[in-house]
């Protein structure tokens, strides 16, 4: 009987040319052929008959998927082999040919799933898997972080868990993970978001970390600055500077009025050891305590600085705490000659005098205001002439939310008019407030050509607004 229908399998594949369908995808339609569905067997025989029969029964083969072999099995060759040459396959060709598959699966109404031999999963995840990047719109699960924690050969994992937070406090499935000795143990690029420090700093305690690149963290949770310290002291003991180059600290949580506290220069200084850095940024904190001594000791520790962001996200923020001067930005650009980018609580209340004579080197550069706009005694021509001079080819981008209801007093509303000609003098370009996130995570794969990636343009939705009386952000990034 089976050699009956395996020949009756065979004629209907022959008459798959009536419909010039691909011969894997006639196969698969033949593949409903057996003795215990017989019913589809001669629905099968039937749709390979003529186009106009095709049609119909079809539509009704495709309601009830075996498995998702028959998607598998119907794809072209090579489609699932390394994924290094994958991206330089004929995807026009590949479109092509599942054209019919993508009408068809619309009328798919049931898939059963098969179990996958562990073997199997482990043939093709253990021992090959190079990179990951999940975007799960669930709370974290910790069997997720525990499986990928035992591969060997992972270097880049970027992992966002997108759940909603309603008290500050968000839940993990079940229990918090658990990393044992050895896990991730070829990682080089971390990025989290929605793991809290401390959870980060136990995936790093869990082995050696000397070739991390890329350290990343975005925590939902209500954290404190003891936490941060740890997670920061953690990074110093553990990685290694020759290779660190990108270092970004967020808080998802904004507006806790009952968790207000400031990033500190001893927050700071953990990371000024390492002397590759090319990114560094803490994002959505309530306040900065980084004298300008300070800030020039930073600089110095980072000559290859590509992008400096520290963006205070207070909704009482006020324009007098501690911001970074214009003279001090000057003596940063000087000492960071590779900065592209700068986004902080700026004070441009008193600009230095530029004797004459003396001139600054030609410096392509971007300038970004963050937090609320500080005072401006003097307008904005004059602050651009001497930004002119100082930096040249320097550009303003408004890192606020101008439609901001923050705007109450005059010194206020006259700061944000002159920041907002500024912009226009220098050719900036408006945007709502930005979210320190992990960007496009692309994978880094040259030490001396590292990519930053704590820029707003490389991922960041920065034309969406952001919705300041809620307690956190309406779209995670």
């Given at each position: ?218 925590s939902p949770e209500r954290e404190t600055s003891a936490t941060l310290a740890a ?31 400031p990033v500190t220069f001893e927050h700071v200084e953990h990371l000024t050891s ?173 030490e001396d050509e590292a990519e930053s990636e704590f820029d707003t343009e490389s ?19």
């Amino acid at each position: 009987m089976s050699e009956e229908l395996h020949k009756m399998s065979e004629s209907l594949s022959r008459k798959c040319h009536l419909l010039n369908l691909p011969v894997e995808l006639a196969d698969e339609i033949c593949h409903y052929v057996g003795g215990e569905d017989a019913s589809k067997k001669q629905m099968a025989d039937v749709a390979l008959t003529c186009g106009a029969l095709y049609a119909v029964a079809n539509r009704i083969l495709w309601e009830d998927l075996p498995g998702l072999e028959p998607l598998l099995e119907a794809m072209p060759a090579g489609t699932w082999e390394d994924s290094d040459t994958q991206e330089e396959s004929d995807l026009g060709s590949l479109t092509e040919f599942w054209q019919p598959i993508r009408h068809l699966v619309t009328h798919v109404k049931t898939i059963t799933i098969y179990p996958i031999p562990l073997a199997q999963q482990e043939k093709i995840m253990r021992c090959n898997l190079k990179r990951v990047d999940f975007d799960l719109p669930f709370s974290p699960h910790p069997e997720i972080l525990e499986n990928l924690a035992t591969m060997p050969t992972l270097s880049f994992v970027s992992i966002r868990f997108y759940a909603l937070l309603v008290s500050g406090k968000p839940k993990w499935i079940g229990r918090r993970p658990k990393f044992p000795q050895h896990s991730f143990p070829a990682l080089e690029h971390l990025y989290l978001e929605g793991v809290s420090f401390a959870d980060a700093k136990a995936l790093l305690e869990s082995d050696d970390r000397s070739m991390l690149r890329t350290i990343s963290v975005a925590s939902p949770e209500r954290e404190t600055s003891a936490t941060l310290a740890a997670l920061l002291k953690t990074i110093k003991c553990l990685c290694t500077p020759a290779y660190l180059r990108e270092a970004l600290f967020t808080r998802l949580l904004i507006y806790d009025a009952e968790n207000e506290w400031p990033v500190t220069f001893e927050h700071v200084e953990h990371l000024t050891s390492f002397s590759r850095l090319e990114s560094v940024g803490f994002g959505r904190f309530c306040g900065m305590e980084i004298t300008e001594e300070q800030w020039i000791y930073m600089a110095q520790s980072w000559p290859n600085l590509r992008t400096l962001e520290m963006l205070i996200h207070d909704k009482n923020y006020q324009p007098a705490e501690a911001l970074c001067s214009i003279a001090t930005i000057t003596t940063v650009v000087r000492l960071c000659p590779s900065l592209e980018r700068l986004k902080l609580p700026f004070d441009f209340s008193n600009m230095p005098v530029i004797p004459d004579g003396v001139e600054f080197p030609k410096h392509t550069f971007k300038l970004v205001l963050a937090g609320m706009p500080s005072h401006i005694k003097q307008t904005s021509e004059d602050v651009f002439d001497f930004l002119d001079r100082a930096l040249w080819g320097v550009m303003i981008d408004l890192a606020y939310d101008c439609d901001m209801d923050a705007f109450r007093n005059e010194d206020t509303r006259y700061a944000h008019k002159q920041w907002t000609s500024l912009k226009y003098l220098t050719d900036g370009t408006h945007r709502f407030f930005p979210v320190i996130a992990q960007g496009t995570r692309h994978e880094d794969t040259s030490e001396d050509e590292a990519e930053s990636e704590f820029d707003t343009e490389s991922g960041v939705d920065t034309e969406s607004e952001v919705d300041t009386e809620s307690e956190v952000d309406a779209e995670p990034l």
